[in-house]
Nanobody, 115 residues
Framework: QVQLVESGGGLVQAGGSLRLSCVPS????????VGWYRQAPGKQRELVAL???????NYADFVEGRFTLIMDIAVNTVYLRMDSLKPEDTSVYYC?????????WGQGTQVTVSS
């Protein structure tokens, strides 16, 4: 069983920045993939960024170069750096991790962008 603990959400004005953090209960080396998803009220959960163990990080089209997924092995933490935030980025953001066939999710952190 893998636990993912997120932090860093909050309220920010449009054009501002936030950094989300996710600390897994196992070493990042044990995860086949890590990433971030988001879910707005009344909408399906959608991919934001996904990084496989080998290969490049995949970003959703709506990111448009504004977000960056960063893995810091030294502190065993995955970050999502979000710049140029828009009101439509308002959502609950979830950290995601995968080991073998199993998917794991964090509890979610709310990001609210005011216009």
């Amino acid at each position: 069983q893998v636990q993912l603990v997120e932090s860093g959400g909050g309220l920010v004005q449009a054009g501002g920045s936030l950094r989300l953090s996710c600390v897994p209960s196992v070493s990042l080396f044990r995860l086949n993939a890590v990433g971030w998803y988001r879910q707005a009220p009344g909408k399906q959960r959608e991919l934001v960024a996904l990084s496989p163990r080998i290969g490049a990080t995949n970003y959703a089209d709506f990111v448009e170069g504004r977000f960056t997924l960063i893995m810091d092995i030294a502190v065993n933490t995955v970050y999502l750096r979000m710049d140029s935030l828009k009101p439509e980025d308002t959502s609950v953001y979830y950290c995601y991790g995968k080991t073998g066939p199993d998917d794991y999710w964090g509890q979610g952190t709310q990001v609210t962008v005011s216009s």
